[in-house]
């Protein structure tokens, strides 16, 4: 039964939009929300973007964009999509050929817009590379980047005008007979751009790519990405994510997973609940759990971690997890193991006890699921 049948204050009723496919990654419909990220080296570089590509892809990463602005970039694009462990999506910027290219080379998607291509026969020609290469379409509307005439419109970028630049673009599509192809509309504003995702969302039946763009460093981009994405996410609009941040791609899909974790979207790895720290606290916690997290980074099991400092709301929150620890007073406290007091362990060794638990546990959870 699901957790959320039983807490209707926990459910999330997610908007239902038609599949499409990246490479062999299903997005929409039903399907769990995939998270994105975008490499930052050379593409014309292989070694150096494949390396990239398959950190990010440890990290979570089920989809990775590369920038593909010029030949060297799309000739570079054979040999990296024949290597990666997950699809690319070719970013083009607005020369057609480059995205032929990029379909024939074997990107399993291509972000574009199909109004900065060109005429009706150059996106004609887009369309046709990809249909020919089994490879999908991302609009991507950006308010740094709207056509000219909607400026002059609307004055300024606003949801009304990412709104007529997206559906613009999706007719473009949609007359070619191309249905492939999922949208953005990103904004560095977080108003602007859920305003924008908000409206888009009740006028086409395409998955959405949601995020904020151009969100700043890892960790102001993140709160702000936290808050846009999480807004809505929390109201059923999203079915790919990507999380923007100045700083190496890894951390985006980090930031990514939380946010879906945060929300009962989508479990990886472990999710440790722990106290901000007080007088009350019998260890250090801060430098604790800064330890754990680093430590247990490998585990891509998902399951529930509790460490706090005092035994105020700890018990309460170690019975609601998988492994908990509790107390540390007088140099020691309590393991709990699904929500149950288990044995006492010492501070000095709380961290390798709590790994050996955690690392164990996993196994189980993985051998009871094959």
Known sequence: MSINSVRPWRQIQRRKSREIRVGNVKIGADNPISVQTMTNTDTGDSYKTLDQINKCAEAGAEIVRVSCPDEASTSALKEICKYSEVPIVADIHFHYKRAIEAAIAGAACL???????????????????????????????????????LLEKYREPCPEALLESGMRNIALLEENDFLEFKISVKASDVFLGVAAYTGLSEVTNAPLHIGITEAGSKFSGTVKSAIGLGNLLWSGIGDTIRVSLSADPVEEVKAGYEILKSL??????????????????GFDVINTVSILEERLAHIKTPMSLSIIGCVVNGPGEALMTDIGFTGGGAGHGMIYQLGKADHKISNNELVDHIVDLVEKKAEEIQNQAS
């Open 111 to 149: 972000r574009i817009n199909p109004g900065n291509i060109g005429d009706n026969n150059r996106v004609k020609e887009v369309i046709k590379a990809a249909k020919d290469n089994n490879c999908s379409i991302r609009i991507g509307v950006n308010a740094g980047s709207l056509e000219k005439d």
């Open 264 to 281: 009962s979207l989508r479990h990886r790895g472990v999710q440790i609940i722990s106290c901000p720290s007080c007088a009350r606290q």
